[in-house]
């Protein structure tokens, strides 16, 4: 099945997200209490409300989008190319871009979202970070009344489960035992909100971004059992 689908209309993507504010005591005693309630069941006993906080870019409802990275192939005859861009800066402005994409180069039909960990965590992060910034959602992402088969999206995750629902891979695991070149040389997920507001270095959370929207492009090329892409192939643009 996945062999079938034209890899020219899937558009790969990852996001990053860190917690709305640099510190827990930035949040209004409301949404202190309302974070200490939601997590409650996530903090381990030794760990305050407080100490937990640096992990809140797990939760929409309290973290932000920082990045969205997104990739396509392109094709010219026999050559391919994979192109990777990253909409970032203030969020509601990069939300509206990433929309602005979804709406007109990838609003068709046969367009398909892919992402690791998509369905759980990219593509519903996204949709409610547009609702509480009162974007309309595009297409794509709108899952209202859609039966499970007719929402575009694909999963590498997904894929690699084959079924097994209550397995989970990492995608440094899954580019590990594919022979995949690994995209947490530099930072991985834990370490986001640190190098966001303690380096100040958003570039380099970019870059591990777009990193890793490739490696999610090479599963798939993997899994589809076709040569995957060299160093030349790969362009930012």
Sequence with gaps: MIKK??????LFLDIETVPENSDFNDLSDEMQKLWEA???YQRKEQ???AEFYDRAGIWAEFGKIVCISVGHFAYSGEKRTFRT???HGDEKSLLQQFKDLLDTHFGRPQHLLCAHNGK???FPYIARRMLIHSIELPNKLNFFGKKPWEIPHLDTLELWKFGDYKHFTSL???CKVLGVPSPKEDIDGSEVRN???EENDLDRIIKYCERDVVAIAQVVLRLRQEPLLEQEEIRSV
Excluded: G, M, S
Excluded at 5 to 10: H, P, S, T, Y
């Design 195 to 197: 190098v966001f507001y």
């Design 5 to 10: 689908i034209a890899l020219k209309n899937v």
């Design 85 to 87: 861009t990253t909409f």
């Design 120 to 122: 759980e965590f990219d």
């Design 38 to 40: 939601k997590t409650q």
């Design 47 to 49: 760990l305050t409300a």
């Design 172 to 174: 440094k695991l899954l």
